[in-house]
């Protein structure tokens, strides 16, 4: 398979939007921000400063991975950034989708604290990152992925990742004018 599905996930604050773009305008695929996919309850609920459960999250998720499937069947690579927070939810955006690699964005907790502090006009407040870091599972070993620092700028932070990602045997191809 050449084409690839790169779900840019992590906490919220550490810096998916960001880093997906800088994938985005390596590689020339399609994107979608994972939070656009969120049912308005859901925002709602986190904009009120209420972590989201499980209940809250499958069907955003299957929102996700319906999302993927649409891409695999067009033949087109993809970012689309989750926060894909516990291995449940990464095994449902994986299961009959074989194109799913992870990119897992870490950061200490007080540096994304500063960053979701600093951003303005998004409805995650920063009250709600302590629950999403008790809930996080890291990327295990036998998942598909690759674990990647966010220091420095994204355009760094995408370079390594996509450099980890080729260690894996997993490489994305940069865009070329030509494919635009």
Not at 33 to 50: I, S, T
Not at 92 to 120: C, K, M, N, W
Not at 123 to 142: C, F
């Amino acid at each position: 398979m050449d084409r690839r599905t790169l779900v840019v996930m992590g906490v919220s604050g550490v810096g998916k939007t960001s880093v997906a773009q800088e994938l985005v305008a390596r590689t020339g695929w399609v994107f979608a921000e994972g939070d656009d996919l969120h049912p308005e309850a859901n925002r709602q609920k986190m904009a009120a400063g209420h972590p989201l459960d499980d209940d809250d999250r499958w069907p955003w998720l299957r929102r996700i991975a319906d999302w993927i499937g649409e891409q695999e069947q067009a033949d087109r690579g993809a970012v689309i950034t989750c926060s894909a927070l516990k291995r449940s939810y990464r095994d449902l955006l994986r299961d009959g989708h074989p194109s799913v690699y992870f990119v897992h964005l870490l950061a200490p907790p007080e540096l994304i604290e500063q960053r979701i502090t600093a951003r303005r006009g998004h409805y995650m407040p920063p009250s709600l990152l302590s629950s999403q870091l008790a809930t996080l599972e890291p990327l295990q070993p036998d998942e598909p992925g690759v674990g990647v620092e966010t220091t420095g700028r994204p355009s760094e932070v995408a370079g390594r990742a996509m450099d980890a990602l080729a260690a894996l045997d997993a490489p994305v191809a940069v865009s070329t004018e030509e494919e635009h």
